[in-house]
């Protein structure tokens, strides 16, 4: 089932450097100084670059549906 939501090599490799990008500007404007939602992001980017899963994908798929190759 988690294989039609699987990612390809070169989008795991986008998640990597947006989430790493996103953590180091975290980092740098400090921990304590980012709002929590700044999180959420960056710990779904670097997940998605780590599995191969996209959580935004599998989410906008049960909200539009699969898109139909026409």
């Known amino acids: 089932m988690m294989d ?3 990612v390809s090599k070169a989008m795991r490799f986008f998640f990597l ?3 790493t990008l996103l953590w180091a500007g975290i980092w740098l404007t400090g921990f304590a100084a980012v709002h929590w939602l700044l999180y959420l992001p960056a ?3 670097l ?3 780590l599995t191969g899963i996209c959580p935004g ?3 906008s798929n ?3 549906g699969q898109r139909s190759e026409s």
């Open 57 to 59: 994908m599998i989410l």
């Open 62 to 64: 049960l909200l539009f």
């Open 47 to 49: 997940f998605a670059a």
């Open 17 to 19: 450097v947006t989430g």
């Open 43 to 45: 710990v779904f980017t």
């Open 4 to 6: 039609e939501y699987k």
